[in-house]
DNA sequence: AAAGGCATCAACCGCCTGATA
DNA sequence: GTATCAGGCGGTTGATGCCTT
């Protein structure tokens, strides 16, 4: 049996949201919290899907969204976590408080894949493009030089000291396979730290203390670097190790792997730079 | 001043995952 | 074990405004 629709569109507005229509949504959470989206609306007096009330909320009504531009800080954050996690924007924006994920991806799409574009490396695999391309790109870029500047996109001549604020955990519940949940909204600095295999990257293990966690639910974070100055790590020895199953241990060694397949790709492309 | 092209970003869509009955 | 629900995610679209010609 297919599965029913989130909502009945018929009858239903689409497109921009009013004043009003945030208004009545805003009032509502306040009074009776964030959740049961789909039931929300009818409550609410919107006449919204459900999924429509929560993107909005999520992206724009929430009192903790950070508002204007993107800072250069941001910026560079944005792309270093992007090399390590790709387009999982809910985890890069986690880490960038204030900022939704869709607010991110949009940034991504229209102003950073651009700039990497414009220094030579492939927004999508985050590698140096090869010369007939980096020469096309450039091509590119000294045509559209103008309206570059016009849209703000700034290319940072010198590596800046990022901010960074430490992950949110992800949820666990078994151990029986490790994945990346989805779901992240825990305040993670309440969190605390282990990690770390050695070699010449690292790969960080959080076991963070979680307040929702009970009985033998607790809060695993990953978190991969190869500068050993890193912000984004700077942890103990890890002690939880003994405690993992052989699969959880498989999964992660799966992930050092393929960090460590990035970490020559990068080596390779410095040497290339080099000469 | 007008037309066309381009960039931006809010919103939608389809799919996935975890929880629950 | 299966079906369904609810929430969440990433990809894509389209309206809008700005810029160029």
Known sequence: MGRAPCCSKVGLHRGPWTTREDSLLTKYIQAHGEGHWRSLPKKAGLLRCGKSCRLRWMNYLRPDIKRGNITPDEDDLIIR???????????IAGRLPGRTDNEIKNYWNTHLSRKLISQGTDPN??????????????????????????????????????????PKPVRVTSFSCFSMSRNSSFDWNTGSRCSSFGGDGELCIEVNNVPWCSDNVIGVNVLISHDPDDDLLKGSTFEGQSQLPTSYNGTLEKLYEEYLQLLKAEENDHVQLDY
């Open 125 to 166: 695999t985050n590698k140096k493009l090869l010369e007939p391309q980096k020469k096309r790109e450039r091509d590119m870029k000294t045509s559209n030089s103008k309206k570059i500047q016009n849209n703000k996109v700034k290319t940072n001549a010198e590596p800046q000291k990022t901010t960074i604020h430490h």
């Open 81 to 91: 976590l992007h090399r390590l996690l790709g387009n999982r924007w809910s985890l």
